[in-house]
């Protein structure tokens, strides 16, 4: 038998992916048909291509990037490690 809070976070995902999802799609649709992105596609991905790669060259970023990967890192073998030593904890 399920316990309760599967049950709850089952319905909570079926009722974000048939009403909030398309909603927020439509809605983001509707921001770059005013902005005028879908009038330039070339250009938009041009100067979204252009600020990821200036965003990519700050040395804070790398940085931040490794330092978040090693967290999750080291989080994913702490529970892996658990798991096959079967610790509660």
Do not use: H
């Not at 809070?5 to 048939?18: D, E, K, L, N």
């Not at 009038?39 to 978040?68: C, I, K, M, Y």
Request: some cysteine.
């Amino acid at each position: 038998m399920q316990s309760f809070s599967t049950w709850v976070r089952q319905v909570a995902v079926g009722a974000f992916s048939v009403f909030v999802f398309p909603l927020a799609v439509d809605f983001l649709k509707r921001m770059a048909e005013n902005a005028g992105i879908c009038d330039r596609p070339g250009e938009a991905a041009g100067t979204v291509l252009n600020f990821f790669l200036s965003l990519s060259q700050q040395t804070w970023l790398r940085v931040t990037a490794l330092t978040l990967g090693a967290f999750v890192a080291g989080l994913l073998l702490q529970r892996r490690l658990q798991k096959l030593d079967c610790s509660p904890y």
